[in-house]
C-alpha cells in the first residue's frame, strides 16, 4: 500500500509531500490544474519511460520517491528476497535530469528501469482515462480474461511447452534445411578421418622420428666425433687419462712433505675416475651406433607421410594427432545427428502433442472463466446505465493458428450496447459514451481480480454523470473495503464516496505557477463538492446538496 509520495521539481509542482491512506482518495480540482501529474509522477517512480519535458522549467532534475507498506503484499515481498533487498518496507526513487537521463533506486540500492518496472507491477496498477483504447488489442483482451481467471499457472506450462517444441521444433528445421550439406561434410570429414586413420598418429611419434632421423642422417660425424673423444680421453700414448695418472702418482710421492696438496690431489683422482666413466660410455657409443641407410629411408618416408599431411590441412606436424581426434568427435556428432533425424521428429511430434493438450486445457478453463467474466461485467453496464445491453468475452480456439506461448484460443470482448442489437467486436461499438462504460465495467471487474493492493484510477469516469456516477462511486467505495483506492475524478457523486479527499489548486505568480494537493477536512470537503455541483458560483443549495451526498455515502 502506497504510504507517503514526494515529488521535487516535477512538471509544474517544486516540491510535494504528501502521506497516503488505505480506502478511498478521491483526489479533485479544477480543470487543468493538474490532477493528473500525481498520477503521471507515481508512473514514473514505478518504471514508465521518462524524458527531460517532466523536469519543472528551470530545475536540473526531477525527482520522485514513494514509500510503500508490505505487509499485505507476498509477492512483492519475494520479489526483493530474490533481489537481495530488504522487504520490511520498499521506497522506491527516481530522479530524471534535464537532458532526460535517469537514475532509479529500490530501497537505497540503484536498479535498473526493468527492476523498477518489474517490481511497480506487483505493488500498484494504474487505470488510465484512455484504457478503452488499448481494451481495443486482442492482447489486453486475453490479458484481461486470464488475470480474471487465475490462469497464470497454466500459462506458464503452455509458455513451457511451447518453448520446448519451438526449440526441437528449430533443430529439426535446421538439420533438414542442411541435410544435404551435412551429408557433404559428413563424406569429407570421412576421407579425412580415414587418410589420418591410415597414419595412425599419436603423440610421442613425431619428435621420436625427429630425434632418430637426426640421429641416423648424420650416424658418420657422430661415431668420427664419439671415437676421436675415446681416443683423445683413453687410448693415446698421450691421452687424458695417461697425464692425469702421471700427476696423481707424482703427487702421491710428494704429499708427505705438504699436506695442503691432499685437495687438489683428490680432486684429480675424481677427475681421473669420470674420465674413465666418460670413456666406457664412449666406447659403448660407438658400438652400437649403426651405420644403416635402410632405416633412414624408412624414418624419411615416415616424416613425409606426417609432414604432407600436415601441409593439406595446414596444421604443423606435431598438431595432427589433436586434428584426427577432432575430425573423429565431428564425425561422430554429425552421423549421430543424421541417425537422430527420424528421432527428433519423432520428439517434435510428441512436443507439439502436449503443446496441445496443455493449450486445450487452457481454452477450457478459458472458456469457464469467461462465462462469469461476461456475466459480472454485463451486470456491471447495467449499474452503469446501459439497461438491457451485454456482454460477453468470446473464446474460440483456433485450429489454423500457429501455436504461440499463449495458446492457441481467439479471444475477443463482443457486446451488445442496447435490447435486441446482436453483439459485436468491441472494436465496433460506435459511441464513445458507451464505450467509456464499457471500458470503466471491465476495469471494475478486472480491479477485483488483480492481486493488487493499490488500484489507481486516472479520470475513468469520463463522459458519466447522474445516478450512474453515484454508482461508479459506490463501486470504487466498495472495492477500497479490501484495497487502497485512489480515484482521479471530476465527479462530485464519485468524490463523495471516497473515505479521503485530496484538492489540487493552481498557485499561479507573476513569472510562475505551481501545483500544491491539500487533504481537505469534512467542511472543506462539502466546499469542493459544492464547487463541482455548481459551478463558478456556490449557493446554500449547492452546499446543502453536498452535505447530504457525504453523509449518505458515509452511512452506506
Avoid at 459514451?433 to 471491465?442: D, H, K, M, V, Y
Avoid at 447522474?466 to 470504487?476: D, R
Amino acid at each position: 500500500m502506497l504510504t507517503h509520495i514526494h515529488i521535487r521539481d516535477f512538471a509544474i509542482i517544486d516540491e510535494l509531500s504528501l502521506d497516503l491512506h488505505d480506502g478511498m482518495t478521491a483526489l479533485t480540482g479544477e480543470t487543468g490544474a493538474g490532477k493528473s501529474i500525481l498520477v503521471d509522477a507515481l508512473g514514473l517512480v514505478l518504471g514508465d519511460r521518462a524524458d527531460s519535458s517532466v523536469v519543472r522549467h528551470g530545475a536540473e532534475r526531477a525527482e520522485i520517491s514513494v514509500r510503500l507498506e508490505l505487509s499485505g503484499e507476498p509477492e512483492a515481498r519475494d520479489w526483493l528476497t530474490e533481489q537481495g533487498l530488504d522487504h520490511e518496507e520498499c521506497l522506491l526513487r527516481r530522479v530524471i535530469q534535464a537532458d532526460g537521463k535517469s537514475r532509479a533506486w529500490i530501497n537505497g540500492s540503484s536498479a535498473t528501469l526493468q527492476n523498477l518496472k518489474a517490481l511497480g507491477e506487483r505493488l500498484v496498477d494504474i487505470h488510465g482515462q484512455n484504457a478503452h483504447q488499448s481494451l481495443m488489442h486482442r492482447s489486453v483482451q486475453r490479458s484481461l480474461l486470464d488475470q480474471s481467471g487465475e490462469h497464470a499457472p497454466l500459462l506458464e506450462t503452455v509458455a513451457r511447452c511451447f518453448a520446448q517444441w519451438q526449440e526441437k521444433k528449430a533443430r529439426l528445421d535446421t538439420l533438414v534445411a542442411d541435410h544435404q550439406a551435412l551429408s557433404a561434410r559428413r563424406e569429407l570429414l570421412q576421407f579425412q578421418a580415414n587418410e589420418l586413420a591410415r597414419l595412425q598418429p599419436n603423440v610421442d611419434e613425431w619428435p621420436q622420428l625427429e630425434q632418430e632421423q637426426g640421429r641416423l642422417a648424420h650416424a658418420e660425424r657422430l661415431l668420427a666425433t664419439a671415437r676421436a673423444a675415446l681416443e683423445g680421453l683413453y687410448e693415446q700414448d698421450l691421452s687424458v687419462d695417461s697425464v692425469l695418472a702421471r700427476f696423481i702418482a707424482e703427487l702421491e710421492q710428494v704429499i708427505d712433505l705438504d699436506s695442503s696438496l691432499g685437495e687438489p690431489m683428490e680432486l684429480l683422482g675424481a677427475a681421473h675416475i669420470q674420465i674413465r666413466e666418460a670413456a666406457t660410455l664412449l666406447r659403448r657409443y660407438g658400438e652400437t651406433l649403426d651405420l644403416d641407410p635402410e632405416r633412414l629411408k624408412q624414418v624419411d618416408s615416415r616424416m613425409a607421410e606426417w609432414l604432407s599431411l600436415a601441409k593439406k590441412h595446414q596444421v604443423s606436424a606435431e598438431q595432427l594427432p589433436i586434428l584426427h581426434q577432432q575430425l573423429e568427435q565431428e564425425l561422430q556428432g554429425l552421423e549421430k545427428d543424421m541417425d537422430d533425424l527420424d528421432g527428433l521428429r519423432v520428439s517434435v511430434d510428441s512436443a507439439l502433442e502436449a503443446y496441445m493438450q496443455a493449450a486445450q486445457k487452457l481454452s477450457n478453463i478459458r472458456q469457464k472463466t469467461s462465462s462469469s467474466l461476461s456475466l459480472a461485467i454485463t451486470e456491471a453496464m447495467q449499474q452503469l446505465g446501459m439497461g438491457g445491453g451485454r456482454f460477453a468475452c468470446a473464446v474460440h480456439w483456433d485450429d489454423q493458428a500457429k501455436p504461440s506461448a499463449q495458446g492457441m484460443d481467439r479471444i475477443e470482448f463482443q457486446v451488445s450496447a442496447n435490447p435486441g442489437q446482436p453483439l459485436q467486436p468491441l472494436s465496433k461499438v460506435a459511441s464513445g459514451g458507451e464505450l467509456s462504460r464499457i471500458s470503466l465495467a471491465i476495469q471494475m471487474i478486472a480491479a477485483h481480480a488483480l492481486p493488487i493492493a493499490s488500484l489507481i484510477f486516472d479520470e475513468v469516469d469520463v463522459g458519466i454523470g447522474g445516478a450512474v456516477a453515484e454508482v461508479v462511486g459506490q463501486q470504487l467505495r466498495q472495492l477500497a473495503q479490501h484495497r487502497q483506492v485512489l480515484c482521479v475524478t471530476h465527479l462530485p457523486q464519485v468524490a463523495a464516496q471516497a473515505h479521503h479527499h485530496l484538492c489540487v489548486h493552481k498557485q499561479k505568480a507573476s513569472d510562475s505557477t505551481r501545483t500544491n494537493i491539500a487533504k481537505l477536512a469534512s467542511e472543506q470537503r462539502i466546499q469542493e463538492l459544492a464547487r463541482m455541483l455548481g459551478g463558478v458560483e456556490i449557493t446554500p443549495q449547492s452546499l446543502a446538496h453536498a452535505e447530504d451526498m457525504l453523509k449518505r455515502a458515509s452511512s452506506g
